[in-house]
């Protein structure tokens, strides 16, 4: 392995993300990179610092990054003097800056590379990173360095694609070469040398130079060029593993990937079978090859329904607040444990992100005329509670339906009992533990989730199949982590719990649709 330090010497960090707008935290690899680019282009760097920046665009995968917590600082507009103009100082205008500024509880971050350098690798990364006073805006002042012992080092935001929370720009094979064209060294230190010369010379030899100055460099002095990376990785945080404790997981990777709605008129929990339907048809879509894998489909090669467990989609509405109405903020996905990492980028990649610029993607899910809606990765460090990923992971002992279980089968109507038995082959089916104590009934616990009647019934597969639902509360003997969904629309939506908290949400969050 192989970490370098950062440590920001005023506890400050001031850089601003690719809208200019917004503080960039964590610190991005490839800003990372740049600095270190810069520092090695102005100061002439040996071929030993060369070959170790070399070194570090050609890693594969991006390194993981260790970083604090950090709170953003006020944002303020300042005005800025503009460079001097003819008439002095009176004659200069005032241009609006803004400095994104963030304050991270510890003052240092570590990125971490899977890969243990040369010892020439390491002797040149030693020298560049002496060299480096600054990452981000000139205030951002740094002390920078190689570790020693790496292996004392835990990251906790990773290269994560499809459960990324954010994007971050990183470097690849050719990034120094690149930067090398922006920064434009060679032929400014040539216009300096000939202009230098030039107004010390005399006679023929200042016409020699003007005319060269005037052939070489026809447009005027030449500058450096704003230096810009192409390349974006996902990243997301390591789970929590002492919060989860002895919590017990369900089918479901944790890391949900959370899609808020932008555009589109509001609907309820009545539209959850078009809204999943029309996003997993928009994931099939956009699969690169049209090949799109059983876990995705949730159909074998013959198409019948597939036994092992497949990609779920489900609606995030504003339930169990004062005022709830249950209108849907946003949907999600959940992807089923012990996928290869690999085969989640390659399929699901092509809806989330933009397969050129990294971003993420703006999702386009409608249907004909009745609504048209856009959806984006909820990226937000504060984001509604029905749009964070913890409200519908927990883990918890006590869940609640938030739309109806779809029973397998029909209860006996003279038989006591037969609805609970049926609900727990239902968890059983579903590959989650059996609940200690199951209430079920017409109306969910939560506010805003409505009865079980309101919403359309569950007719895919066949109209002789079940089509009875209804809402449930469970209780484990062990807290449980979620997703939870249950019943036989569970992977469309049907069947969907949440962790049933000690208090309800604040009602503002309705507005934050």
Known sequence: MT?????????????SDVTRRKP??????????MAMAATYFETKGSPLERMALEWLERQRPAPSIQASEAYIRSFVETYVPVNDKHGGIVARTRQARTFPTVRPNCDSVFLL????????VRLGLQEICRKVTRIGHSSSLVHMWLAEDPADLTANWFPDDFAAEQTMRVVETGTLQQLERQFNGEAIEKYCFLSEALETAKGKEKNRLTEEIAKTFPEGPPKSARPQLSQWQGYARSIDREAKGDAISGPFDERIVVLAKGEGRALGLESTLQLTGALRNAAMKGVLDGHCPEWLTGHDSDGNPSRNPHMAFFPLPFVGADYADGHVMGLALAIPRRLPASDIRNVIGPLLFNQESGAPSNIHIWNRNLW???????????????????????PGRV??????????HYPKKNR??????????AFHSASLPEPGRISAGPVSIFEGAGHAKSMPEFTEGGQNLCRYQTHVTVEFSTPVIGPILVGRGRFRGYGLFRPVA???ESGNERHSA
Not at 3 to 15: E, H, K, Q
Not at 372 to 394: C, M, V
Not at 416 to 425: F, M, N, P, Q, S
Request: no cysteine.
């Open 113 to 120: 590379w899977e890969t243990d350098a040369p010892q020439d």
């Open 24 to 33: 960039e935290w964590p610190i991005h690899t490839g800003r990372v990179f």
């Open 416 to 425: 006591e009992g037969d609805v609970e038995r049926i609900l727990r082959e």
């Open 372 to 394: 048209d809606w856009r959806l984006q990765r909820e990226t937000r460090e504060r984001p509604p509670l029905t749009l964070s990923a913890k409200t519908w992971i927990g």
């Open 399 to 408: 869940w609640a339906s938030v739309t109806p279980v779809v029973l397998h």
């Open 3 to 15: 970490a370098l330090g950062i440590r920001y010497l005023t506890g400050n960090v001031v850089a």
């Open 502 to 504: 000690g208090e309800k």
